[in-house]
Nanobody, 124 residues
């Protein structure tokens, strides 16, 4: 079992930064590929970014590429999502998720464990 807890969401003006973080605990917490997803009001959950278990490979949705950066610190069992130049359309609940070491994917069903989410609100 892996437990995931997100933090660092909040309210920010358009153009500003925010850095949600995900703390993992439990069995082999640092050996999982990780992903960030989001769900905006009235919309389906969508992929944001993912990172391999060693951190050497990342992938981003086109909508956030160049603005968001995913990173991890396996010594601390954390995965961060640095979000810059935020837009009102980035408003959503952001979830981190964990999967097997080589299971990095854009598909939500590929992930076995999920956090409770953190709200990000971008005002115009």
């Amino acid at each position: 079992q892996v437990q995931l807890v997100e933090s660092g969401g909040g309210l920010v003006r358009a153009g500003g930064p925010l850095r949600p973080s995900c703390a993992a605990s439990g069995r082999s917490a640092s050996s999982n590929a990780m992903g960030w997803f989001r769900r905006a009001p009235g919309k389906e959950r969508e992929f944001v970014a993912n990172i391999s278990w060693r951190g050497g490979n990342t992938d981003y949705a086109d909508s956030v590429k160049g603005r968001f950066t995913i990173s991890r610190d396996n010594a601390k069992n954390t995965v961060d999502l640095q979000m810059n130049v935020l837009k009102p359309e980035d408003t959503a609940v952001y979830y981190c998720a964990a999967t097997t070491p080589y299971g990095r994917s854009r598909v939500a069903n590929a992930y076995d464990y999920w956090g409770q989410g953190t709200q990000v609100t971008v005002s115009s």
